[in-house]
């Protein structure tokens, strides 16, 4: 399963309601961002090995 990450400290993106948060910095943008955040290379995914 892909998970954000955010790019910066490469915390996790946790889902909130309506927009996603790191767990680390509490950076955090709108689900309806995540596109541009990623494609601007904010965030990034990674696999999750688990
Ligand atoms: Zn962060």
Redesign the pocket.
Known sequence: MSQLI?S??K?LMEKQDDSIK?N????HIKQSEITSAYLSGRISLTQRID
Do not use: F, Q, R, T
């Not at 680390?24 to 950076?27: A, D, F, M, N, T």
């Open positions: 955010h910066k400290d915390g790191c680390i910095c509490g950076y």
